[in-house]
């Protein structure tokens, strides 16, 4: 799990602005949360939104897998 953590916070860094609109991500219990302009994501639409790059869309791919 926290190795799972350190991918979504490295996530912050590669691919926090995704088509100039900020990704928060918030901690809760038992994992986090994902926000682009106030609007939850879910791990799908996270994914989706971070196709436009590649490096982040490749770390969440894995930080899927894991």
């Given at each position: 799990?926290?190795?799972?953590?350190?991918?979504?916070v490295?996530?912050?860094?590669?691919?926090?602005?995704?088509?100039?609109?900020?990704?928060?991500?918030?901690e809760?219990?038992?994992?986090?949360?994902?926000?682009?302009?106030?609007k939850?994501?879910?791990?799908?639409?996270?994914?989706?939104?971070?196709e436009?790059?590649e490096?982040?869309?490749n770390?969440?791919k894995k930080?899927?897998?894991?």
């Amino acid at each position: 799990m926290k190795r799972m953590a350190m991918l979504f916070v490295g996530l912050l860094f590669i691919g926090g602005m995704v088509n100039g609109q900020e990704i928060t991500i918030k901690e809760v219990f038992g994992g986090q949360q994902f926000y682009q302009n106030g609007k939850k994501l879910t791990m799908g639409q996270l994914v989706k939104t971070m196709e436009g790059n590649e490096l982040a869309y490749n770390e969440i791919k894995k930080a899927q897998s894991t």
